[in-house]
């Protein structure tokens, strides 16, 4: 079984410009998370997506947005982007929330100047 | 609110070593705990969880994990190191708080084989 994949694996950006990062989950797994890792703050957890919904949102502004789509399949997008975003971003998918196990994909490094 | 702590940066071993990756944990509750490895530009590889059961988990590439109740430990375990073992570990705990489930992680220790 493939695992999760991310799209695109790097992305150099300039601050105020806004970018959409991808993920395809685990066939069969309905809930996608992403999660922020940066050298200063650690893994942080962004937010959660079933059904097409949010189901769950960690400390982050409303510039981080996302959505997910009929197949599972998840989008985030940064807007005004700021130095401080320069991350490497990871999408994780599960069956289903109430599933303890969540699998990573290798991430996309996002690169702000 | 649940967190976990690993208190050492790095540790260094030598190959066929046993290794020892230190993790202490913070809960309301029973405590679901899990560990997860990275290697240099990848995502972080599920390695075991404890959720319930026996103190001592057995995981994937040869790891183990005791979790220790009455000192809130959850060490990651290794018998003989391998040089491919370096790597960055995470610990962390499952967040239930609100009803919803979410992965609270560790800073991270940097495990150094040395052939």
């Known amino acids: 079984k493939a695992g999760v994949t991310q799209t695109p694996r790097y992305l150099i950006k300039t601050r105020g410009q806004q970018v959409t990062l991808s993920c395809s989950p685990i066939?069969?797994?309905?809930?996608v998370s992403w999660y922020q890792q940066t050298p200063g703050q650690g893994l942080q957890f962004l937010f959660e997506y079933f059904s097409e919904t949010q189901r769950n949102k960690g400390n982050f502004p409303g510039r981080f947005s996302g959505r997910q789509f009929s197949n599972s399949r998840s989008e985030m997008n940064v807007s005004t982007l700021e130095l401080g975003d320069s991350a490497l971003y990871l999408c994780?998918?599960?069956?289903?929330?109430?599933?303890?196990?969540?699998?990573f994909g290798p991430g996309t490094r996002l690169t702000v100047l | 609110a649940q967190s976990v702590a690993q208190p050492e940066d790095q540790v260094n071993v030598a190959e066929g070593n046993p290794l020892t990756v230190k993790c202490t944990y913070s809960?309301?509750?029973?405590?679901?705990l899990f560990w997860y490895v990275q290697y240099p530009n990848r995502g972080l590889q599920f390695l075991l969880k404890y959720i319930t059961g026996d103190n001592l988990v057995k995981g994937s590439y040869g790891f183990e994990a005791e979790f220790n109740k009455s000192q809130t430990s959850f060490h990651l375990k290794k018998p003989s190191a391998l040089v491919s073992d370096s790597a960055l570990y995470f610990c962390?705990?499952?967040?239930?708080?609100?009803?919803?489930?979410?992965?609270?992680f560790g800073a991270g220790t940097r495990l150094a084989v040395h052939p």
């Open positions: 962390a705990v499952r967040d239930g708080s609100g009803g919803y489930n979410k992965l609270i």
């Open positions: 994780a998918s599960r069956q289903a929330p109430s599933t303890d196990t969540q699998y």
């Open positions: 809960v309301s509750g029973n405590p679901y």
């Open positions: 066939s069969g797994h309905r809930s």
